[in-house]
């Protein structure tokens, strides 16, 4: 019988000891793989779709003090200059340290006289560098110069009830007020007041923060109906959004990209919604690493873009980008 080649032709067996020493290399190969992914793990990936825009990532932490100077209770953080201002409730005063968390002074103490305070809650800057406090127990705001030293108190008439949040833009100073459940708007040089955001039809509860657009278009946190609203310059009710997660909301910004960015204070994290009310992004924990709030407040972004939120329950300000 004539048998071919090809059915003739015998595969030569792989030698035992190379196979075990493959099999050692991939199992060397995978080991290191997996060690790499332990100790540098990939950050979460925030985008939802391919193209979307990625959601703040996690900078930075600042104290300011420790001891006898950690912040008790920060509430609210405004940037002049590269300071960064903080509303401390419970100590009475204002912490002022640099862009890295030092601690370079502070101002305020507790009173009733001029540069003191019961509760300073919300604060902003003017385009000097002068530096406004809300008091909200005491139903006035204070000005200090960006050195802590007091100027003057503002529209000190009996107007304000309850003042939380400021916000200045345009040549107005707008406080939200949750005694009287509005948006009081100022002119800044003369104090006169221009006008009053709010809705008849449907109140506002205790608005804790808001925040403006470039079109002076106003974003409303209210906090006890747990929703945002937004309005136009004029007071018109353009949107509203919420979800059942959001409670006890509290600062608010709009970022370059007009993405909504919402303290949720008892769900100790932040949330990023589309401009059209759309939650994109859930952001944070409850804990005290570098990456968890415990009962988060205030939110401010400075002209960089990074947006800074006082940690309050931890005495700190977390810092995005």
């Known amino acids: 019988m004539n048998v071919s080649a090809a059915t003739t032709t015998l595969t030569r067996p792989v030698p035992l000891r190379k196979v075990i020493t493959i099999l050692l290399i991939l199992a060397v190969i995978a080991f290191a793989v997996f060690f790499y992914m332990y100790q540098f793990p990939e950050e979460p990936a925030f985008t939802i779709a391919p193209g979307t825009i990625p959601a703040p990532r996690f900078e930075k932490m600042l104290y300011g003090g420790f001891g006898e100077d950690a912040m008790q209770k920060p509430m609210d953080v405004t940037v002049f200059n590269d300071r960064v201002y903080v509303s401390d409730a419970m100590a009475r005063e204002i912490n002022v340290m640099d862009m890295d968390g030092e601690l370079l002074f502070k101002f305020g103490e507790f009173g009733e006289s001029p540069g003191q305070f019961h509760y300073p809650y919300g604060i902003d800057h003017d385009s000097d560098g002068n530096i406004y406090v809300a008091d909200l127990h005491q139903n006035r705001l204070s000005v200090f110069n960006a050195d802590g030293d007091f100027l003057k108190f503002f529209a000190n008439d009996g107007t304000i009830v309850g003042p939380a949040a400021l916000r200045i833009f345009e040549g107005k100073l707008y406080v939200s007020s949750i005694g009287a459940n509005k948006i009081f708007v ?66 608010i910004t709009v970022d370059r990209h007009n993405r909504i960015l919402v303290v949720s204070n008892m769900g100790h994290n932040f949330y990023v919604y589309s401009p059209e009310g759309e939650m994109l992004h859930n952001i944070g924990t409850v804990g005290e690493g570098l990456q968890n709030f415990t009962l988060p407040n205030g939110l401010y972004q400075d002209e960089t873009g990074r947006f800074y939120i006082t940690d309050t329950a931890n005495g700190r300000v977390a810092v995005y980008r």
């Not at 925040?211 to 109906?225: C, M, P, Q, R």
């Open 186 to 251: 100022f002119d800044i040089v003369t104090e006169q007041l221009l006008a009053e955001i709010k809705d008849d039809q449907w109140p506002l509860y205790s608005p804790n923060g808001f925040t403006l657009d470039l079109e002076g278009n106003i974003y409303i946190v209210d906090t006890g109906n747990a929703m945002v609203r937004i309005y136009s310059p004029e007071g018109e009710l353009l949107n509203y959004f919420g979800n059942e997660a959001l409670l006890n909301p509290r600062g």
